[in-house]
């Protein structure tokens, strides 16, 4: 006797493109915090203004998305239903515009000019901060469902596939050393392999895009102006606590990211780049993939709140372990991935809880002004990823510039200070800094956070209510 088809939400197709329409938002979070920084000051071209470069770039297309994210948002809530939804046309352009900057970050031309160089990569930047905040993959989640537990099964399979597709990002920086020997050039290697990952990504997200039927939410009819939005704003104290929230601890995993690459390099020698940057990808790889499986078993008893503080707690711990053991002279590789192992599992466990109660601040404003707002918390959720990873690399770049990093031609570390002081550096970056991100997040959580208990359960009683 065969299985009956599984309803709507969580039948096949919707679970397919659930899977797939977020793998552009995972390869542009992949490259863009562990792989551009070290393009750009290893392999570009740009020489000794690359750290530099990519430090002010980072930090100004902050202050561009201050502005621009939040218009983003009210555009998209305020869009039009057209005959495939309201928000999918966005994920759509969103997904192409993208990639094109993708591809146009890590393949910068050979000119001869460095300022030509720099105007290519403002222009790819701008479209890439464009492209990511135009693919509002939450609300077309959010639509889905109002049931928690609905909405926790639409969570955990997309997040194991995306942690699969994770699998050739985690190898990128090895594979480029490979392919670059094999062409003659690093930065000829890293272009094609950015453009043989983002092809194909492109392409599967667009499918699933196509195969996720946006769903219905209760809300009114009217259109959300700026008066509507400010009041919500005013009023919705969950949206606000959690956004703080997120953006501090959010920025331990960019922070790793962007670092750990460089400290790999030069504390466990260049010459084993290749083979050590494969091992760290198959740590981050097993470490999400652990964390995401932890995650729903940890759920049946604990509601998200409990299990974000949990995630905070576990990641914070190695780091400030493998910090202290530093400073005691022991620098072992096999402590150094040990605990970062470990750090890495714990962090693997946020998104799922930390999605939850996302969601739950956007049943808040639907139960105070009778309008989810999506694309406004989905835009607060892309400033707020896209300003830790600027905010990690800016880091990663100001040590950087402080000890006059510079690679030559063959490849060796010529900066102006001591390896020592690199590394030095590199582990504030890496391991106390993200540490300190995320025990200060957990206590913002513990004190502010209001939707707990009585007022949590009244609110899903009344919005049942509105559905029957």
């Known amino acids: 006797m065969s299985n009956p088809k599984k309803a709507y939400p969580l039948d096949g197709k919707t679970l397919f493109g659930l899977s797939t329409m977020r793998w552009v938002i995972v390869a542009a979070s992949s490259l863009m915090t562990s792989a551009f920084m070290l393009y750009l000051t290893d392999y570009s071209g740009l020489g000794a203004v690359a750290a530099t470069t990519g430090t002010i770039l980072l930090l100004v297309g902050r202050i561009v998305d201050a502005v621009d994210d939040p218009l983003q948002g009210w555009l998209m809530d305020n869009a039009p239903v057209t005959r495939i939804g309201r928000y999918k046309p966005f994920m759509l352009g969103g997904i192409l515009t993208c990639s094109v900057a993708l591809l146009m970050l890590f393949n910068i031309p050979g000119f001869s000019s460095t300022p030509a160089k720099i105007v290519w990569l403002a222009v790819a930047y701008l479209l890439y901060e464009i492209g990511y905040s135009f693919q509002p993959d939450g609300p077309i989640r959010y639509s889905l469902s109002l049931d928690p537990k609905v909405r926790e099964k639409l ?12 699998i050739p990002f985690t190898f990128f920086l090895s594979l480029a050393v ?9 930065k000829t290697g890293v272009g094609v392999l950015a453009a043989l990952y983002v092809l194909p990504m492109m392409i599967m997200a667009l499918i699933g895009t196509w195969c996720v039927k946006e769903g219905n939410v209760v809300e009114t009819e009217a259109k959300a102006g700026f008066r509507e939005i ?13 956004f703080l929230a997120g953006l501090i601890g959010g920025m ?12 790999i390099k030069w504390a466990f020698g260049a010459e084993a780049f290749a083979t050590n940057a494969a091992i760290w990808g198959a740590l981050i790889l097993f470490g999400i993939l652990v964390g995401t499986a932890l ?14 503080l949990m995630a905070c707690a576990g990641t914070a711990a190695p780091l400030l372990v493998l910090y202290g053991l530093s400073l005691l002279g022991l620098n072992s590789m096999i402590l150094f991935f040990a605990l970062m192992f470990l750090a890495l599992i714990a962090s693997g466990m946020s998104f799922i809880p930390g999605t939850l109660l996302s969601m739950e601040t956007i049943d808040y404003a639907l139960y105070k002004v009778g309008k989810g707002m999506q694309g406004i918390n989905q835009a607060l959720g892309k400033l707020s ?3 830790q990873a600027a905010v990690s690399g800016a880091a990663t ?11 030559n031609e063959a490849g060796d570390y010529v900066g102006t200070q001591p390896v020592g002081s690199l590394l030095s550096g590199l582990l504030l970056v890496c391991c106390l800094i993200p540490a300190l991100l995320q025990l200060l997040s957990a206590l913002v959580l513990i004190l502010f956070y209001p939707l707990k208990g009585k007022v949590r359960e009244e609110m899903y009683a009344e919005l049942n209510r509105r559905r029957e």
Do not use: C, D
């Open 252 to 263: 331990s995993f960019p922070f790793i990211m962007a670092s750990a690459a460089y400290y």
């Open 155 to 166: 969570l955990v399979t997309p997040r194991i596939v995306e942690q699969f597709i994770v």
């Open 230 to 242: 400010a009041h919500m704003f005013r009023i919705n104290r969950p949206l606000w606590i959690l």
């Open 295 to 308: 995650a729903p078993r940890l759920l049946k008893k604990h509601a998200p709140l409990a299990v974000a």
């Open 178 to 186: 490979l392919l670059g020997n094999a062409l003659g050039s690093m």
């Open 385 to 387: 990823e896209k300003a």
């Open 397 to 407: 770049g100001a040590v950087l510039i402080a000890v006059g990093y510079v690679v």
